[in-house]
């Protein structure tokens, strides 16, 4: 009887541990087949809706976002071993920069050199005979930060310009002065009133801007590491960096340290995103996810980075009084008479230019997508940089009117207003047409400096000639 009753225990025992398989492997189905039939569902709305275009459009930025994030390393670290891994922009701390970008980097999207510079080719220190470099400093929106390659950024269209100006010299030189000018007064002037031809050679323009730096960190990047590749001309393309940088900071540094070296997860989100991540090319509901769950997250949190800023919390970085503000210009000016002094002890000219903004832009000409941009910004932020940035426009010309030789200042804050076509995708970096047309103008800045311009010779008149005398 007892080993009957002992039988039907078993029995019982491992009906119901089958009962409990049962049941998990239902539950682990039921999900499954829920979050097909909510991604068939999602699908079918939005092809119905006809967002998709627009959904796959979002698609595409948000990978473009996350392909520019920086992703910070330690100099040991086993991810510094892994420069080609396609979805981080890799640096890593520097004591004389602050951080500088890993070399040997490639994303579809962007392409680092082994010099750390945002270029497809290496850049030797010795210059070959006939080059002439151009190396472009800044931060995020001089590098490109948010564009679909390295051919849309502002170095690149700058020198595609340079060379169709070489080309046109050459098939119309008639448009431009003569290598020799005419010993003939009036033709002299006619000739003297038509623009100089740039110097030949091969143009080349290095971008070797940093997302995040402000003049603090390109006063450094350019006396340890730029000028030993003896640059024929300088362009800065800077100032909103400085503008939203504490007075009580030099240079922007790696924020939060041991958060973000190595990019060890710190919460609960990071961990699902990392989980959610290799689903969002194939599934919908996991794009939603991160663009509403996780963005929503990570928006709450008070950002110390300012690539890593929400829009809508810029306005929090602006300086908070005018004695703040002040602060601020004289630092970036500060920065700026030591580069000038730099690259004139080298010998060579420098181009500052401060860079676009979009409460530059007339806002008759914003599109739909900048007017969003503008709303999250807030009136408090567009009436406070309207009035405060400008200072720095200001400050700039003021320099180069003290030094006019040595320094030309281009002012780009406004450069958009005048354009109808879309020029932003978010509060200062620019999309491939407004590229484009900084590009143009910081072309004219440079064709206009007398060291990259050929000096027409002069004629000498003809000699006299003897006049004999007639025999009768």
Do not use: C
Not at 56 to 84: C, G, H
Not at 114 to 143: C, H, M, N, Y
């Amino acid at each position: 009887m007892f080993k009957s009753r002992s039988r039907e225990r078993r029995i019982f025992t491992n009906r119901r541990r089958t009962r409990r398989r049962s049941s998990g492997l239902w539950t682990v189905v039921s999900i499954a087949l829920i979050l097909l039939v909510s991604e068939l569902l999602t699908r079918i709305f939005i092809d119905l809706s006809g967002n998709r275009s627009k959904f796959a459009q979002a698609k595409t930025n948000s990978e473009i976002s996350q392909a520019y994030r920086l992703k910070f390393v330690t100099e040991n670290s086993p991810s510094n071993q892994d420069n080609t891994n396609p979805h981080l922009l890799t640096a890593k701390p520097s004591i004389s920069v602050g951080y500088q970008l890993v070399g040997n980097q490639k994303h579809k999207y962007w392409q680092i050199n082994e010099q750390g510079f945002r270029d497809r080719d290496p850049v030797p220190v010795a210059k070959p005979q006939d080059e002439i470099r151009i190396f472009l400093l800044g931060g995020s929106t001089a590098f490109g930060y948010g564009n679909p390659g390295n051919a849309a950024t502002i170095s690149e269209y700058l020198e595609t310009r340079l060379q169709e100006r070489l080309k046109q010299q050459k098939n119309s030189p008639q448009l431009y002065k003569p290598d020799l000018l005419s010993f003939e007064r009036e033709k002299k002037q006619k000739q003297l009133a038509k623009p100089s031809k740039i110097k030949p050679g091969n143009y080349r323009v290095i971008n070797a801007a940093v997302p995040g730096y402000a003049s603090g960190n390109e006063l450094a990047h350019l006396a340890l590491k730029i000028l030993k590749y003896k640059p024929d001309l300088i362009v800065v393309l800077n100032g909103y960096e400085d503008f939203m940088l504490p007075s009580s900071e030099e240079a922007t540094q790696i924020p939060q340290l041991k958060q973000y070296l190595d990019n060890q997860p710190t919460g609960f989100s990071d961990y699902l995103a990392q989980v959610i991540k290799p689903l969002e090319k194939t599934s919908y509901l996991a794009k939603i996810a991160q663009n509403r769950w996780l963005n929503s997250a990570e928006s709450s949190q008070k950002a110390d980075f300012l690539l890593n800023e929400q829009t809508s919390k810029l306005v929090q970085h602006l300086p908070h009084d005018e004695a703040e503000l002040q602060k601020r210009v004289d630092r970036y000016i500060g920065h700026q008479k030591q580069i000038l002094s730099l690259s004139t002890a080298a010998g060579i000219p420098l181009v500052l230019a401060i860079q676009p903004e979009i409460t530059g832009r007339n806002p008759s000409q914003l599109t739909d997508t900048e007017g969003e941009i503008a709303t999250q910004l807030g009136r408090t932020y567009i009436e406070q940089v309207k009035n405060s940035y400008p200072t720095l426009s200001k400050a700039s010309w003021q320099l180069a009117q003290a030094f006019p030789h040595n320094i030309k200042a281009v002012d780009l804050y406004k450069l958009t207003d005048q354009y109808p076509s879309p020029s932003f995708i978010d509060a200062i970096h620019l999309n491939e047409a407004a590229n484009q047309k900084v590009a143009e103008q910081l072309y004219y800045a440079i064709s206009s400096v007398s060291k990259m311009q050929v000096v027409p010779a002069q004629a000498k008149p003809p000699k006299p000639q003897k006049k004999y005398p007639q025999l009768d």
